[in-house]
């Protein structure tokens, strides 16, 4: 846009464009809806991430947040463009205690499926994340986690960004001091929630064989890295056998010790379940509804379902029979 | 007086694509198109083989813009309607442009795109559309284009990845359609 089309725009003598305004706004830094109405967009996204320590500078960091900021941008855009369907609201619990009533028993394997039907909080899963985020639109909870096949930091992962939804943690405006203290209040939630202390405390850890243990770790749905920062943050002195399985990898104790009684290779197919790519079951119900109605192309619900536009079948309008060749040239003057 | 014809980028990017800007005009006797069309037409004629892009000035005129707050706000919401993930945040922006001041001005004219998103909400603004390829069998029903020059046009626009009407790949097939 040169200055002078610029200053007749200003000065009203010609409109914007919408793409004018759309870099205006990437300029600024501003949001276009902002700039038309003088108002926060009520879409607008405010993400919350989980952030990684960094030993050398200090700080809390998103290494991936370049990359991510594509992805996040694409799941914006599913919730933007279902925003009409006006997905019911979530209830966010009131502490972990609340969470973990509100989940019910052994809630850790079915995680994902009880936070989107006991608190209609929705959960994206998805390849390439480098981290956890979270965020709330239009009084609907959303959590994304990376689709790594890692359960352990998965479950962690959930809990923590349900600990940023409980205290309504937003990322943009923060400095790092607030932050640094949003990811511990995050973290200490997700603790409380999946290894809370009294069942810790309870546990008989001097007379615990690795089978026990193995089995403890599989139903909790963590690490054994992370049983020994929560044994050690609880101030329990660390038991020689989680002393000794805290370096190693979990699934290797698991592999060794946990007996099982379930079919096939429970292991394996969690591992599959947490590698999974997943769209929560309301937003693409609110997709459906939406193209079924003509209100919505199917791309993006094609993306979600990991297809193929055309090869995606679903109920779409009849759409009316185009202009015959003849009729078009005549309307045309030809 | 005949019907007004408003084009996306994509239409005026195919007649480029054949050397046909002067089919266009023939086409579009009565002509009109949106500001950011116009934007991006612009910024198409830049790339190689696509000068004569700038011709669809003297086609359309002066491009019509948003004039109101509800007209831009509109234009917001359909091309978040539109928008597929993965896409540049600018995609679509003239396609919902032009929906957006055709409905608001209950413009009555046919909006030429092969833009295969603006069809649902174009039905549902009571909008008609047409694609690259209605417009081109249309200039061959009205004598503009014989069918083996239109034939080569399919080609053309195909082998430079511009798409076709579906399921025309040979040539017994294309004389039915025509």
Redesign the interface.
């Known amino acids: 846009m040169t200055p002078d089309a610029f200053s007749r725009a200003l000065s009203g003598q ?10 205006i706004a990437d300029e600024l830094g501003a949001d ?2 902002y700039l ?2 003088g108002e926060p967009d009520p879409l607008r996204l405010r993400m919350v991430a989980r952030h990684n320590y960094d030993l050398v500078t200090g700080r809390r960091v998103v290494r991936g947040a370049d990359q991510d900021r ?1 992805i996040l ?2 799941v914006a ?2 919730y ?2 279902a925003a009409e369907s006006s997905l019911p609201a979530s209830t966010i619990p009131a502490t972990a205690l609340d969470a973990c009533t509100a989940l019910g028993e052994r809630f850790v394997r079915p995680f994902i499926n009880r936070l989107e039907d006991n608190l209609n909080l929705d959960v994206v899963r998805l390849p390439d994340l480098s981290t956890s985020y979270s965020f709330m639109l239009s009084g609907r909870g959303v959590i994304l986690v990376p689709a790594d096949g890692n359960w352990f930091y998965q479950n962690w992962c959930l809990a923590h960004e349900l600990g940023h939804l409980v205290y309504g943690h937003t990322d943009p405006e923060t400095s790092d001091g607030e932050r640094d203290q949003h990811e511990h209040v995050a973290d200490a939630f997700a603790a409380d929630l999946l290894l809370p202390g009294d069942a810790i405390r309870s546990q008989p850890w001097d007379r615990m064989t690795a089978e026990d243990l193995a089995d403890r770790v599989w139903d909790w749905g963590i690490s054994t890295k992370a049983l020994a920062t929560r044994l050690r943050a609880l101030h329990i002195s660390l038991p020689r056998l989680v002393d000794e399985w805290r370096a190693q990898p979990t699934q290797r104790l698991l592999r060794k010790y946990w007996n099982h009684a379930e079919p096939g290779d429970p292991i394996d197919q969690r591992t599959a379940e947490a590698a999974t790519r997943q769209f929560p079951l309301a937003l693409r119900q609110a997709h459906t509804t939406l193209i079924a109605e ?4 199917k ?2 619900l094609a ?1 979600m379902l990991g297809v193929s ?1 055309t090869m995606l079948e679903v109920d779409e ?1 009849t ?2 029979e ?2 015959s ?2 009729a ?2 005549s ?4 | 007086m005949p019907l007004l014809v408003l084009p996306d980028n994509t239409v005026l990017v195919n007649f480029a694509n054949i050397n046909r800007m002067d089919l266009l005009k023939r086409l579009a006797k009565h002509g009109a198109w949106c500001a950011s069309v116009a934007d991006e037409c612009e910024r198409s004629a830049r790339l190689p083989g696509l000068k004569s892009m700038a011709y669809a000035y003297e086609i359309f005129g002066v491009p019509l813009s948003p004039e109101s707050r509800s007209e831009h706000i509109l234009t917001q919401a359909f091309r978040t309607r539109l928008a597929r993930p993965g896409e540049d945040k600018y995609r679509h922006l003239g396609e919902a442009e032009t929906l957006a001041i055709m409905s608001s001005r209950s413009i009555d004219g046919i909006f030429a795109t092969d833009d295969k998103s603006v069809p649902v909400i174009a039905n549902e603004l009571k909008i008609r559309v047409v694609t690259t390829f209605d417009l081109l069998r249309a200039a061959h029903r009205g004598g503009m284009v014989d069918a083996d020059t239109l034939w080569s046009y399919l080609q053309t626009l195909r082998q430079g990845g511009r798409g076709g009407p579906p399921g025309l790949f040979t040539r017994a097939a294309f004389d039915r359609w025509v």
């Open positions: 010609r409109g914007f464009s919408a793409i004018e305004l759309a870099k276009v809806h038309i109405t594509a941008d694409d855009l599913a933007r463009q003509g209100r919505l192309p791309g993006t993306w536009e309008p759409r009316p185009p202009m060749a003849d078009l040239a309307a045309l003057g030809l």
